[in-house]
């Protein structure tokens, strides 16, 4: 287990806010619910005395906390390879392929990215979902960064919150687009299908970017950036604007097939059985070091394949 001892003076500023919101302040990298529990179980004490989390400070008291960081996860860890794109103390960056499941649930308990970077890094057991600050879809395969500790996953929920965090995804959408263009449309839960999405009033604000990289006689292959991060964001609204992703099994209604299509091109997008979203790029503020870095993941195997066809088909 993991100690914590921290040392600070409440700034006069903060007289009469409770404790645990003056310490979400000073300690920013724990999260208040955390630094409430260790209030209730006397780790902190303000000019030597245990207050409780909802007690008003004076400001220019010291606070100590010493605490012990118990386990977040009770996931098993389990031997499964990870493609690691990057790591050193603070961060992860991993290539996801498509299949693996990131975190465990209903149908899917184990041999999940959790359990994968538990057996990595025992360590990440501190953490809240084993470091995992966002995620990507199941059959979305590409890069992911991971929190390595308490300071850098405080760090990277920030800039996802901010929306600092930059993410290109490649995609290959059903029809031919003129040209690219920015959806702006609230994201929510079906309101019947429980399993989707949907565009729909009252939904989240979501906005994602696209531009047109190569069109070929039927499909588009598109490079979208998200501005916001939703469940399913870029399948839903690619589907909204009525060019929806090749193989996507929720969102993207039947198969579609340009006319004269060859057996190779009829072959390669009847056996692409997941959604042809890969993400590429991501670029953020390393929370060690401050700077700015970037990390990619190559277009995978079988995407690459269904390019290659879709080229081939457009030059016949």
């Known amino acids: 287990m993991q100690t914590v001892e921290l040392e600070a003076e409440i700034p006069l500023e903060m007289a009469g806010q409770r404790l645990d919101q003056a310490l979400a302040v000073l300690f920013p990298d724990y999260s208040r619910s955390r630094l409430q529990g260790w209030i209730r179980a006397g780790q902190v004490t303000v000019d030597g005395r245990t207050l409780r989390p909802r007690d008003k400070v004076d400001g220019g008291e010291q606070v100590r906390l010493a605490a012990t960081l118990e386990d977040e996860s009770r996931d098993a860890p389990e031997a499964i390879a990870l493609e690691l ?36 890094r025992p360590d990440l057991r501190v953490l809240p979902r084993a470091g995992i600050v966002h995620r990507l879809d ?48 609230p994201i929510g839960r079906h309101p019947v299908d429980r399993v989707r999405m949907a565009v729909r009033e009252g939904g989240r604000e979501a906005v994602t970017h696209y531009r047109v990289v190569e069109r070929f006689r039927g499909h588009t292959h598109v490079r979208c950036r998200l501005e916001t991060g939703r469940t399913h964001q870029i399948r839903v609204h690619m589907a909204h604007v009525r060019y929806p992703l090749v193989g996507d099994p929720v969102y993207g209604g039947r198969l579609v097939m340009p006319p004269g299509a060859s057996a190779a091109l009829s072959e390669a997008l009847r056996g692409f059985r997941r959604q042809a ?13 401050g700077e700015t870095v970037h990390f990619e993941a190559p277009v995978p195997e079988d995407l690459a394949a269904v390019l290659a066809v879709l080229r081939a088909d457009a030059k016949a």
């Open 277 to 289: 979203l890969h993400a590429a790029r991501l670029e953020l503020v390393h929370p060690g070091h």
């Open 85 to 120: 794109v990057y790591e050193d103390e603070d961060i992860l960056v991993l290539n996801k392929p498509a299949g693996l499941v990131v975190h465990p649930g209903a149908g899917n308990p184990a041999g999940t990215l959790v359990n994968a970077l538990l057996h990595h």
């Open 138 to 185: 199941k059959d979305t395969s590409g890069v992911m960064v991971v929190a390595g500790t308490p300071t850098a996953h405080a760090s990277l929920v920030r800039q996802l919150e901010e929306r600092s965090v930059k993410r290109e995804y490649e995609a290959v959408c059903v029809g031919v687009m003129t040209g690219g263009g920015t959806v702006d449309a």
